[in-house]
């Protein structure tokens, strides 16, 4: 079984001040995992994935295989930012599991 | 807009009616999943398909629910006698085979009120 934990539902923060969003998973096999968003009143979309390593509007994620974890950071907190995150892992079975996602919420 | 489209975005209905949903992916993609998203949780699959063999269909809610894609193109997901439970957003996405990851596309959504 696979299974998400995001812990936090909301992120509060200033703007300047670094993020990071928490984001643990369970599953035996070689994950895929991925950083979806939905900015308000816009469709959930894709921000970043494991295997590509990129830093996509200034957040990176690293998968910690020891720590099973995949969290998301950023040095410095936009406004543009405050959305809806949710991690996401799929397994060899390309079924995904989503976290129930954190609320980002950055104040000017 | 050639994103994935979903049609109705909201229905409203009465507990016992049926409602089926329409959702119609990127045209090049294969592979095309519902979610159910209920409030302050994530997306909850439901069943995908690869061209029009539905791969997956253990995860459906119950009975109620069906889901087809005949051609292997548009999707509808079809829930029968509904009941208050069933109000939720459901969401669908596409993706496409032979590349090395599984990035889905979404579509808006549709906002299913059950009375």
């Known amino acids: 079984a696979q299974r998400v934990t995001q812990p936090e539902k909301l992120l509060s923060v200033f703007k300047g001040a670094p993020v990071e969003l928490k984001c643990n998973y369970s599953y035996s096999g070689s994950p895929e995992l991925f950083w979806y968003v939905q900015y308000s009143r816009q469709r959930l979309q894709l921000l970043l994935r494991?295997?590509s390593r990129e830093s996509i509007k200034g957040f990176t994620a690293d998968l910690n295989k020891g720590e099973t974890s995949f969290h998301l950071k950023k040095p410095f907190a936009q406004e543009e930012d405050s959305a809806m995150y949710y991690c996401?892992?799929?397994?060899?079975?390309?079924?995904?599991?989503f976290g129930r996602g954190t609320s980002l919420i950055v104040h000017p | 807009d050639t994103g994935v489209s979903q049609d109705p975005r909201h229905k409203i209905t009465k507990r016992g009616q049926n409602v089926t949903f329409r959702c119609d992916p990127i045209s090049e993609h294969n592979r095309l999943y519902w979610y159910r998203q209920t409030l302050g949780q994530g997306p909850e699959f439901l069943t995908y398909f690869q061209n029009e063999a539905q791969l997956e269909k253990s995860r459906l809610l119950s009975d109620r629910f069906s889901a087809e894609r005949p051609k292997g193109s548009f999707s509808t997901l079809e829930i029968q006698r509904t009941e208050q439970g069933d109000s939720a957003m459901y969401l669908c996405?596409?993706?496409?085979?032979?590349?090395?990851?599984?990035?889905?596309?979404f579509g808006p959504g549709t906002r299913l009120t059950v009375l």
């Open positions: 996405a596409s993706s496409r085979t032979g590349i090395s990851y599984n990035e889905q596309f």
């Open positions: 996401a892992l799929s397994g060899g079975s390309y079924i995904p599991t």
């Open positions: 494991h295997i």
